[in-house]
């Protein structure tokens, strides 16, 4: 034991220090506190329901009717108790405050990579810190993208256990790639996930290549073989996880549009348009933001304006508010949303922050270029180049048109500027192998230091131009300042003047924001120079240099990522708990205990915003991958007028408005909602979706059912019937699980308020399974018998309970072949 601890007293020493760093950074959770982010506070409203079945049953719902009329909970809260990697995620998040599990990751998963390259500890701390405290990082850590930072985190243990395997420890590599991938796709990112695969094919298409010129196919088939099998583990572990969300994926606004082009007379082709696909871009400039992080002004803010010694607080102080600090304010902020003039200027819609990798690992990565000579340098070249072109999206079509239109998947994905999170791992990993490559000696002291300086200048030189001349490369402006010039001329009674010298004040601010972190990295780039210099002539020890780049390193970082996550972000958990508010019409609207109406809540962003969610079923709600009919029929119904049917045929019995001159919220109550069934008089068949969607425009959902021809089979309209006594109503609800109990003389047709998915609702009459279809477009129907029955929707998918089964499996197999890897390693150490 005492051996064990000597040989590994370096590592747990390093680890001890990240932990200790994370416990620094993130302070605030020593005091119970936890961080307030915007997206896991959505994201608790949308789960209201399930948790509060969770609690009830011990098992969440897989079917919850919270939001947009209801929808599958896969993409929401789902346990997957059968998935090994479930716990192993948990032990991350749930082990340690959050978000201190997340860095920690972070931190550890990319320590892990360079030791597996053989990278001495110190300079790997160093390089895993370069990783984890990118911008990027923290950026997602402060909005609540919690998910998509575990899956970044995984990218690193991933690439370890696929080179290991690559180079000759098939059984431990593979092993490790099966756990690490298992617990990758359990984070539920498949955009990050799908970004990591893309790099991995390229890196195996270059072992490929190697393996041809150095004539060792065999070996590399065997590895292939191993690491086929990992991933056959992985998915098999996330069979449930994986099954559900591909089966629900083809029925969201992911999948293929149900209407036609009314152009082109054709359906849309499946996955995001490339509008909103491209919509967050990065600006071919902004990469300059990977050296100088606040080059395009940072986040989306007016934060730097405010101050009274900005150059636009000066203009407006003067000419608008009187020198009065608070109007001067306001006016800042209303030109900030009136006319976007904001510090930000690049070609995104908003950002919370750009892309920063570090002045010093930049400087490094562009050394690493010069003198590394590990093959891995071609990969992580090739992936750097590739991903940031596809990042440009809409700034340069070119390769990212050639990717949205033929590769697999890629039109799935929006946001394309977060394929940079790949990048974010590229660089520091080139930039420390540059250093591993130097201290082994085997390229003259004279040829390191002259590609160092080379380096160095073009780097460190870059950020001095900036800092000098920042207006020489840059403009400062963004593409639509003109037309900010002149909406801002009109809004000013025709006062060219004024206009131009606010809009020139912004301009000034800007470019002294980018000197001033200009110089910064200047100096950061002297900083790292200086230390490598210094340990390349022998002037510092091997570990005193690794260890003052590494702190170098961190306080570069730490001083950039405060900016956009720091203790300001953190509050209370009770007042985190208690985010939701009830208002007096919440209040009121809860004191009808009927457990399945709906609320229409116009004083927000009804079909972008899950806060009324927290208290009721509404119509509308937040999630980036909602149903595609209903997300049809929210710009059909919804987006231009609000159709009065579609509402009652919803159920919606409450309406939500907000008076706009004070702000008082009102509630009314819809006379007109049909409840949560209704027989109908009459059905009236329609070709296709488009002549559906048309037909509700105008119809009476109490009288007759808007039917698609498809389902005409399972109709006999010969056999019904309208009868005044006649009924149909629920009994009992379970998000999953709902009774009715219905009453005829004859066969009648009964509409239910429920939204159509056919992935897993079964319908049973008297316990017997009959089948139902689709009506007014979104809705459940069928015929029913004529009698006294009772009805039931159970949502019963296949692809959930089977795939829990072969999770099981794959958990069990992963822990045989872990098993089986220590034990055969430990045997090879005592063999040697």
């Known amino acids: 034991m005492n051996n064990w601890f000597n ?3 370096i590592h747990l020493a390093i680890l001890a220090a990240f932990v200790v760093i994370c416990f620094v950074y993130f302070s605030p959770v020593l005091q119970g506190k936890a961080p307030a982010q915007s997206d896991v506070i959505q994201s608790k409203a949308m789960q209201k329901e399930i948790m509060e079945y969770k609690d009830k049953d011990g098992k969440g ?3 919850t009717n919270q939001m947009f009329g209801g929808m599958p909970a896969y993409q929401i ?3 997957y108790a059968y998935n090994g990697a479930t716990y192993g995620i948990a032990l991350i998040t749930k082990a340690l405050p959050n978000p201190v599990g997340t860095v920690l990751l972070l931190l550890v998963g990319a320590y892990f990579l360079f030791i597996t390259l053989k990278v001495n500890p110190w300079l790997a701390a160093a390089g895993a810190i370069a990783f984890a405290f990118t911008t990027y990082n923290f950026v997602l850590i402060a909005t609540g993208h919690s998910n998509k930072a575990l899956a970044i985190g995984f990218f690193a243990p991933i690439i370890a256990g696929i080179l290991m395997t690559l180079r ?63 991933v056959v583990i992985a998915v098999m572990i996330n069979a449930s996880l994986l099954w559900t969300t591909s089966e629900y994926a083809a029925e969201t ?7 036609t082009s009314t152009e082109a007379g054709t359906k849309e082709k499946a996955g995001m348009t490339k509008d909103y696909a491209y919509a967050w871009s990065q600006g071919v400039g902004e990469s300059f933001t990977f050296l100088i992080p606040n080059l395009y002004g940072g986040a989306t803010g007016i934060d730097e304006l405010v101050k009274p010694e900005s150059n636009l607080y000066k203009a407006v102080s003067a000419d608008f508010s009187g020198g009065d600090p608070g109007q001067t304010n306001q006016v800042i902020q209303q030109l900030a949303q009136g006319f976007n003039m904001q510090e930000y200027w690049g070609e995104k819609p908003g950002t919370s922050g750009g892309y920063y990798f570090g002045a010093i690992v930049c400087f490094l990565y562009i050394f690493g270029l010069f003198i590394v000579r590990n093959r891995i340098k071609w990969w992580i070249l090739a992936t750097t180049v590739l991903f940031m072109l596809l990042s440009f999206g809409k700034n340069f079509p070119l390769i990212s048109d050639l990717f949205y239109d033929y590769f697999p998947l890629y039109n799935k994905f929006r946001a394309v500027e977060s394929i940079l999170a790949v990048v974010g791992l590229m660089v520091p990993v ?6 591993k490559e130097a201290q082994e000696g085997n390229i003259e002291q004279k040829q390191l230091v002259k590609k160092l300086t080379w380096s160095a200048g073009i780097t460190g030189g870059f950020a001095l131009i900036v800092a000098l001349a920042p207006t020489l490369l840059f403009s400062f402006k963004t593409n639509n300042h003109a037309e900010i010039v002149q909406a801002l001329t009109q809004a000013l009674q025709n006062n060219a003047a004024a206009a131009q010298k606010l809009t020139n004040a912004l301009v000034q601010d800007r470019a002294a924001i980018a000197r001033s972190d200009a110089f910064r990295a200047f100096l950061f780039v002297v900083i790292g120079y200086a230390i490598v210099w210094a340990f390349l002539t022998k002037k510092l020890n091997t570990q005193l240099a690794f260890g003052l780049l590494a702190l170098a390193v961190l306080i570069d970082m730490w001083q950039v990522d405060r900016k956009y996550l720091n203790n300001k972000n953190f509050e209370s958990k009770t007042t985190l708990a208690n985010y939701f508010q009830p208002r007096d019409v919440d209040t009121f609207i809860a004191s009808d205990k009927d457990p399945n109406f709906r609320v229409y809540d116009q004083s927000i962003n009804t079909f972008n915003d899950a806060s009324t969610s927290n208290f009721h079923k509404t119509v509308g709600g937040y999630h980036a991958a909602k149903l595609k009919r209903y997300d049809e029929l929210i710009q059909n119904q919804f987006s231009k007028s609000v159709n009065q049917d579609v509402l009652d045929m919803l159920n919606t019995r409450y309406f939500i408005t907000q008076d706009p001159q004070n702000g008082s919220y009102k509630m009314s109550r819809n006379a007109t909602a049909l409840g949560n069934a209704w027989i109908v008089k009459s059905v009236q068949f329609v070709k296709n979706s488009d002549e559906e969607m048309k037909a509700i425009n105008s119809f009476d959902p109490k009288q007759e059912a808007i039917v698609d021809e498809q389902y005409k089979k399972l109709l006999d309209t010969t056999r019904l019937g309208a009868d005044p ?13 709902l009774e009715y109990s219905y009453s005829a003389p004859r066969d009648v047709i009964a509409v239910f308020s429920e939204i159509y998915y056919d992935k897993g609702w079964n319908m049973y009459v008297d316990g017997v399974q009959k089948p139902y279809f689709r009506a007014d477009y979104v809705l459940r129907a069928a015929q029913l018998e004529a009698g006294n029955h009772k009805v039931e929707f159970k949502f019963e998918p296949k692809s959930y309970y089977t795939g829990e089964k072969i999770s099981l499996a794959g958990t069990i197999l992963l822990v045989l072949c872990l098993g089986f890897a220590g034990y055969s390693e430990t045997r090879k150490k005592k063999a040697a």
């Open 725 to 737: 006594s006649a009924f149909i109503k629920l009994e009992k609800y379970h998000p999953d699980h």
């Open 168 to 230: 000759g420890r098939y059984l431990l590599g593979a092993s490790l790639t099966a756990l690490f991938l298992a617990l990758e796709i359990r984070a539920n990112h498949v955009q990050m996930t799908y970004y990591l695969f893309l790099s991995l094919l390229i890196l195996v298409g270059m072992e490929l290549y190697q393996a041809y010129k150095n004539k060792t196919l065999p070996a590399f088939g065997k590895a292939i073989g191993f690491l086929t099998g990992a």
């Open 430 to 435: 080139l930039a420390f192998l540059a250093l």
């Open 77 to 79: 809260w789902v346990q």
């Open 61 to 63: 719902p897989l079917w």
């Open 253 to 259: 606004n992911r999948g293929k549009s149900n209407l």
């Open 7 to 9: 040989k590994n007293g």
